[in-house]
């Protein structure tokens, strides 16, 4: 099929061309009428003059309602008034399918309708933007962690041991056995790094999550790195690192996008690293301060992130959690054993938590009773206490949630938007 893309045109001014889409919108003032037209790569005006086209592709313009897929053949001209900066003189309309009712109008729909049609509405522009600049961050993380040496080894989806917690499994029948969800990659990413190095998964991840919010997926894709001989200190260094490269790199590539989604960058721009850092004590001070009750070793919910958030135009890097609300795998802090040495990065404007991650328990004898106590079977991390046993070293790593970033840089009130087709407690379809 001779093919070429409405991003192509700026190259092409002059020369006949054809490009093939679907009708996003067009009108009409008697001998000319307009059609825009997209194509997966932006949207193009076509312009259709009597006289200029057979009559009867003149007269198709009734026809053509929105969705309907066709292939045009015209000349680009430039057009600095028209949407995308140039048009298409059109010569010939090939159609390949006339859509009648289609469900999604240029009418408000609610949420929930729109959800129900998430297949549609994948194709309006909003949707479409978010999308692109979802794949820019996903493209800008895997260039930063390869120049920087990481390797990436992917890992298991099936699993028969619990990362985070054995209240938010999805369980499986696996051959007469039960399988989990994998909520985490990070246990065999501690493999990974005894044997690479610097190592990083990025895949999807499961958890039953209970509460209906606007920051929880069921299904959500986490990036996670994990490094042999690094330190609390070190891991945060290289999540506020990698955080930096990729606000520049959308910010630099995904201009249109913030357009079209009318997100004010201003505060992206502020994101330059040197994040503050408080102990978690020191943010239990904060809500304190801000008149909210909050009593020492309880965990923060998403009102906590965001007033915590608020003292800070930058991410903010919580850190030294009272182990007890922290997984099992998180390293004691030698100074305060009621402490761990765990880190949470939460993003300015109340997008809550981004980053969670820290410093491993690398002591076999510790590791060994966190999982008693935590009544994990030693049977399933009999593996995992293996790398305690061979040339066990300090080790830390992170998680980053996709969805989350896409929400905070896209500026959205909901995460379900970030993903094409999200996972959530009452959302299986589509
Ligand atoms: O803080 P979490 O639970 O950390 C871990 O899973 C570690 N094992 C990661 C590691 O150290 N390798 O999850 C990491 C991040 C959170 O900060 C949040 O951004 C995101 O994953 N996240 C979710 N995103 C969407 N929906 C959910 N239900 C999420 N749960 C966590
Ligand atoms: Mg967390």
Redesign the pocket.
């Given at each position: 099929m001779d093919h070429t893309y409405i991003s192509d045109l700026p190259e092409l001014v002059g020369k006949e061309v054809t490009l093939h889409g679907w009708v996003y919108n067009k009108r009409s003032s008697g001998k000319i009428w307009f059609l825009i037209l997209r194509d997966g790569t932006g949207l193009t005006q076509c312009v259709v003059v009597k006289g200029n086209v057979p009559d009867e592709i003149f007269e198709l313009e009734p026809d053509l309602t929105q969705e309907s897929s066709v292939s045009v053949v015209g000349i680009v001209r430039e057009d600095k008034r028209s949407i995308g900066g140039f048009e298409l003189e059109i010569q010939h309309i090939d159609v390949h399918q006339i859509v009648k009712d289609y469900p999604i109008s240029k009418k408000e729909h609610g949420t929930a309708y729109l959800m129900d049609h998430r297949h549609l509405w994948l194709r309006s522009r909003n949707q479409h933007a978010i999308l692109r600049v979802r794949h820019e961050i996903i493209r800008a993380i895997h260039d930063f962690l390869d120049q920087n040496g990481f390797i990436q080894v992917d890992t298991p989806i099936f699993t028969s041991n619990a990362?985070?917690g054995t209240s938010?499994l999805f369980k499986t029948e696996y051959f007469g056995r039960t399988a989990y969800l994998s909520?985490?990659?990070?246990?065999y990413?501690e493999a990974n790094a005894m044997s690479v190095g610097k190592t990083y998964c990025f895949g999807p991840?499961f958890?039953a999550?209970k509460s209906k919010t606007r920051?929880?997926?069921?299904e959500?894709w986490?990036m996670?790195?994990?490094i042999a001989y690094c330190d609390l200190n070190e891991d945060i260094e290289w999540a506020e690192k990698l955080i930096v490269y990729v606000i520049q790199r959308i910010l630099e590539k995904c201009r249109e996008q913030f357009e079209v989604l009318e997100r004010n960058t201003s505060s992206l721009e502020k994101v330059k690293g040197n994040f503050p850092r408080i102990s978690y004590t020191e943010a239990v001070d904060i809500l304190n301060n801000a008149g909210e009750e909050f009593e020492w070793g309880g965990d923060f919910g998403g009102r906590h992130e965001t007033i915590i958030s608020a003292q800070f135009d930058q991410p903010v890097v919580v850190h030294r959690f009272p182990a007890a609300i922290k997984?099992f795998?998180m390293k004691r802090d030698p100074e305060d054993e009621k402490l761990s040495l765990g880190m949470?990065?939460l993003a300015p404007d109340g997008y809550?938590?981004?980053?969670?991650?820290?410093q491993r328990e690398d002591d076999y004898d510790t590791l060994l009773r966190r999982l008693k106590e935590e009544d994990l079977s030693e049977e399933a991390f009999k593996w995992y206490l293996d790398l305690r046993k061979y040339g066990s070293v300090p080790h830390a790593?992170?998680?980053?949630?996709?969805?989350?970033?896409v929400t905070w840089m896209c500026g959205l009130s909901h995460?379900r938007e970030t993903i094409a087709f999200p996972r959530m407690i009452y959302r299986l379809e589509p």
């Open positions: 990362c985070e938010t909520q985490s990659g990070q246990l990413n991840t958890r999550e920051r929880h997926l069921t959500f986490m996670e790195p994990e997984a795998y949470d990065f809550g938590e981004i980053v969670g991650g820290g790593g992170f998680g980053l949630g996709l969805e989350r970033f995460l």
